[in-house]
C-alpha cells in the first residue's frame, strides 16, 4: 500500500496520525478508568516511566556518537547533582552542540 505525497495524500497522512494518536490517549485513559488506582499501580506506573525513558536512551548510548554520550553522562550527572530535569537536559545539550562543534576530530 502506498500513499501518493503530491496533493492531498500528505493530508491524508496527518490526519491518519491524529486520529492514531488519539485513540491511543483516549484508549489508555480509557482502560484505565477501569483501574483502582491504588500504592502498588502508583508504583508500577512511576516504573513503568523509567523503564521506557531507559529503552529510549539505550540504542543512543550504544550505537550513538561521542558527542551523544558525553551528553547522556553529563545530562545524568547533573540529574543526580540537581534534582530537576530541565536544568540536566539543558547542560546535555549543550554539551552534545560543544563536543560537535569543537572535538568533532577526536
Known amino acids: 500500500m502506498s500513499i501518493d ?7 491524508y497522512i ?15 485513559v ?5 483501574v483502582p488506582i491504588n500504592y502498588r499501580v502508583q508504583q508500577f506506573i ?3 516511566s523509567g523503564s521506557v525513558l531507559v529503552a529510549v536512551l ?10 551523544a554520550r558525553v551528553a547522556l553522562l553529563t545530562t545524568a550527572i547533573v540529574m543526580l547533582a540537581l534534582r530537576k530535569p530541565l536544568p540536566a537536559i539543558t547542560a546535555g545539550l549543550l554539551m552534545a552542540a560543544l ?7 577526536i
Open 30 to 34: 480509557f482502560a484505565m478508568s477501569f
Open 58 to 67: 539505550t540504542p543512543l548510548a550504544v550505537t550513538g556518537d561521542n558527542g
Open 14 to 28: 496527518i490526519l491518519i496520525m491524529a486520529v492514531v494518536t488519539l485513540v491511543t490517549r483516549w484508549g489508555g
Open 46 to 48: 512511576n516504573a513503568m
Open 99 to 105: 563536543f560537535r562543534q569543537f572535538l568533532v576530530f
Open 5 to 11: 505525497i503530491s496533493g492531498f495524500g500528505t493530508v
